[in-house]
């Protein structure tokens, strides 16, 4: 049991960070043409946040 609360902090958690990211995203949009050099990285880290997030849901389904 005590597995499964670790992966829902877990899950809590990097869903708050790939919110924040796809915040930081959708504002650096709204701010075209300005810093549009940000665009590949803040991508990146937003991809790369669903990723881990997508993983950890899929992990704590599997143990439920």
Do not use: C, G
Request: glycine share 0%.
């Amino acid at each position: 049991m005590a597995d499964i609360e670790a992966l829902k902090a877990e899950v809590k958690k990097l869903n708050a960070q790939a919110t924040t990211l796809k915040m930081d995203l959708h504002d650096l949009s709204e701010e075209l043409p300005r810093q549009w050099e940000r665009i590949p990285e803040i991508a990146a880290k937003t991809f790369e946040a669903y990723q881990k997030l997508d993983a950890a849901r899929k992990a704590l389904a599997a143990a439920s």
